[in-house]
């Protein structure tokens, strides 16, 4: 078996990739929300922050009950515990990605994680 997985995603409305690439640290979804349109819930998390990275469009996340207005180019960290919600602006559809890990648990990264080859 290879040392790497990959996909091609359709414009679906939710992917979760854990599965389709047998992650073992994370999950990450990518969201499409047409115009108008929102997540039916609200929810939070026992142990896992998420990561929230907007792609295209434009529109709002409420967390604890504050708006946050989202755009193209922003990112979010919601805490585990933070009642959130998310959903499109009325004229503009909405792409964004969740990285949902758990808080706390980055020890090492980037350059201290890396091993060098020959």
């Known amino acids: 078996m290879a040392n790497y997985s990959k996909v091609s995603l359709a414009q679906d409305a939710r992917t979760e990739l854990h599965d389709v690439l047998s992650l073992t ?3 990450i979804s990518v969201n499409n929300l047409p115009a ?3 997540v039916p819930f609200v929810h939070s998390h ?11 469009g434009r529109g709002r996340s409420v967390i604890d009950g504050e708006t946050v207005e989202l755009t193209a180019g922003d990112w979010l960290r919601v805490a585990p515990k933070a009642k959130r919600q998310f ?3 009325e ?3 909405i792409c964004y990605i969740c990285i949902q890990v758990k808080e706390n ?6 350059a201290a ?3 060098l080859e020959s």
């Open 25 to 27: 640290g994370a999950e």
């Open 36 to 38: 108008g349109t929102g």
């Open 46 to 56: 026992k142990h896992n922050e998420e990561i929230y990275a907007v792609l295209s």
């Open 87 to 89: 959903s499109a602006a």
């Open 91 to 93: 004229d503009s559809a």
């Open 105 to 110: 648990s980055l020890e090492d990264y980037t």
């Open 113 to 115: 994680d890396a091993v």
